[in-house]
């Protein structure tokens, strides 16, 4: 799991929301393990979480914010050093480029991708599909059952073990941070009870 920092948020009121530290957080822990599921090698792996960790960092409202992730991308390329410096996680050029698209396209659904998203989407489609997959999944945080977690919007299958693991991290966390725990002391928190395939 990698915690992105309070400074790279568009807006500090968002550092503590539904899309802010802990939301990063749990959906780059959510794609290391998908990452396992799917086969992915470390390299792969690392510019999977490394995304998740920074997909929503340049939001500017936690409601309806077109174009967040190409902004987030933008910023994730401006800034891709001090992220995987800060992180602990080096890329290869390549992988940071493919983590920058998969930030980009995090956020448009398969179907409004354009020619150009189409083609982006082909230099990365197991990054795209697995971010999106662990961003799907973190759903659970948001408070009508109608919100959570729809996977006919993917184009992986989330195996079925791992819904209760995203689930039961949600829960912690957010009660963690509600009796008083910093947000990474919440993160922390929550990952000791993770048991995948339980």
């Not at 290391?32 to 799917?38: I, K, R, S, T, V």
Request: hydrophobic share 40%; aromatic share 8%; with cysteine.
């Amino acid at each position: 799991m990698l915690v992105p920092a309070d400074t790279w948020f568009a807006q500090p009121q968002l550092v503590d929301s539904i899309h802010g530290i802990r939301h990063n957080a749990r959906v780059s822990l959510l794609a290391g393990l998908l990452a396992q599921e799917y086969g992915l090698d470390p390299d792969h792996t690392a510019a999977l979480c490394t995304a998740a960790a920074v997909h929503d960092c340049r939001r500017r409202d936690d409601r309806d914010d077109p174009g967040h992730g190409r902004r987030a991308a933008l910023w994730f390329t401006r800034n891709q050093q001090a992220v995987t410096t800060m992180l602990g996680r080096e890329l290869p050029p390549g992988l940071s480029q493919q983590a920058a698209i998969a930030i980009g396209l995090h956020d448009v659904p398969y179907p409004d991708f354009t020619s150009q998203q189409d083609l982006a989407y082909q230099r990365a489609p197991h990054l795209i599909d697995l971010l999106k997959a662990a961003d799907c999944l973190d759903r659970y945080r948001l408070p009508l059952t109608r919100w959570w977690p729809d996977p006919s919007h993917l184009r992986i299958v989330i195996p079925t073990w791992l819904h209760p693991v995203a689930f039961d991290l949600v829960v912690r966390s957010e009660q963690a941070r509600l009796n008083g725990a910093t947000n990474h002391g919440a993160l922390i928190h929550a990952s000791q009870f993770l048991n995948p395939r339980q």
